[in-house]
C-alpha cells in the first residue's frame, strides 16, 4: 500500500487521538491501575484512548491494524513507534523547517548573559541576607532550607560543600558583619546555599530575562519549537502510526523500533510499571 496524504492525514489523527497524549503529565484525578507485564517492562505511563468508529472504520479501508483491538504489547510499540516518528522529525526536517537550530546560537548566549547577571544581582543579593545574624537572615535560611530539601527528594541529588578563601571570609565577618559560612552547621548552610539558588532562580525568570533580552529570544524559540512540534506529529508522528499498523512486515519493523525505543525510557527512568485507563 502507498502512503498518500489521506494515510498521512489519518495516521496524524490517530497519532492526537493517542500517541501524543503519552507526553501529557498524568493528573491526580485521573485513574491508575499498575499492570505487571514481567518481560514487558511498560513503565512509561501510556495512555490508552479508544479512537472514534469512523477512523476506526477507516482504519480497516485501509487494511491497517485497529489500535482499539490491540493487547497492550501491540499497543506499546504503537504508541512507541509513533513517539519515534514525531521525535525523529522534530530532530532533523522539523528543526531545518522551523528555523530551531538557527536559534540555538542566540538562546544559548542569551541565558547565558542571564545567568551570568542573575547569579551576581539575584544570588548575591540572597546570600547577603542570608549570612546577616539577625532573624532577616534566619527567615531566609529557613526558606532555603526548605527549597534545597524540596529540590534533594526531587532530584536524589546530595548537599555539597566547600570553603571559602579566608580572604573573602575576613571581609564577610569584619566589613559586613555577616557569618562565616565555612563555620555553619549542616542545616545553616543549607540554607545559605537554598537561599543562593533562589535568588538566582528568582531574578533569571523575571528580571534578568527581561533586562538581557533573554525573554524575546527563549519566545522566539519557543515559537519555532512548537512549530517544528506540530509539524512533527502530523508528518513524522502520522507516517510512523500508519507504517506500525500495516499488517507486513515493515509494519513488524516499525513495531519492534518503537517498542525499544519505550525500553531504553524505562531503563532511563527506571519507574514503576502503570498504565491509564
Same mark, same amino acid.
Request: aromatic share 8%; net charge neutral.
Given at each position: 500500500m502507498k502512503i498518500t496524504p489521506a494515510t498521512v492525514v489519518l495516521g496524524a489523527l490517530c497519532l492526537i487521538?493517542? #500517541?501524543v497524549n503519552a507526553f501529557v503529565p498524568t493528573h491526580r484525578h485521573q485513574k491508575m491501575s499498575v499492570v505487571d507485564r514481567g518481560s514487558l517492562a511498560l513503565n512509561v505511563n501510556l495512555p490508552r484512548l479508544e479512537l472514534p468508529g469512523a477512523i476506526a472504520d477507516q482504519l480497516a479501508n485501509l487494511d491497517l491494524k485497529n489500535p482499539n483491538n490491540m493487547n497492550d504489547a501491540e499497543y506499546r510499540s504503537?504508541?512507541?513507534?509513533?513517539?519515534?516518528g514525531t521525535l525523529l522529525f522534530f530532530l532533523l526536517p522539523g528543526a531545518l523547517v522551523s528555523g530551531i537550530y538557527s536559534n540555538l546560537g542566540p538562546v544559548a548566549i542569551a541565558v547565558l548573559i542571564d545567568f551570568s547577571f542573575s547569579a551576581v544581582i539575584g544570588g548575591?543579593?540572597?546570600i547577603y541576607l542570608s549570612l546577616?545574624?539577625?532573624s532577616i537572615g534566619e527567615t531566609v535560611r529557613e526558606y #532555603?532550607?526548605?527549597l534545597l530539601s524540596a529540590a534533594q527528594d526531587a532530584t536524589g541529588l546530595g548537599s555539597f560543600r566547600y570553603d571559602l578563601p579566608s580572604a573573602v571570609t575576613d571581609i564577610m565577618t569584619g566589613e559586613l558583619d555577616l557569618l562565616n559560612p565555612n563555620s555553619m552547621n549542616e542545616k545553616d548552610y543549607d540554607g545559605y546555599s537554598g537561599a543562593a539558588v533562589a535568588g538566582t532562580l528568582a531574578f533569571f525568570l523575571l528580571p534578568g530575562a527581561f533586562l538581557t533580552g533573554a525573554a524575546d529570544v527563549l519566545g522566539q524559540f519557543s515559537g519555532s519549537a512548537l512549530i517544528d512540534f506540530v509539524l512533527s506529529a502530523l508528518i513524522g508522528g502520522g507516517t510512523a502510526i500508519?507504517?506500525?499498523l500495516?499488517?507486513?512486515?515493515?509494519g513488524a519493523t516499525v513495531n519492534k523500533g518503537g517498542a525499544k525505543l519505550l525500553d531504553v525510557v524505562d531503563d532511563i527512568t527506571g519507574s514503576d510499571p502503570k498504565m491509564l485507563e
Open positions: 487521538g493517542s #500517541g504503537y504508541a512507541g513507534s509513533a513517539i519515534a548575591g543579593l540572597a546577616r545574624s539577625d #532555603g532550607n526548605k500508519y507504517l506500525s500495516r499488517n507486513d512486515e515493515i
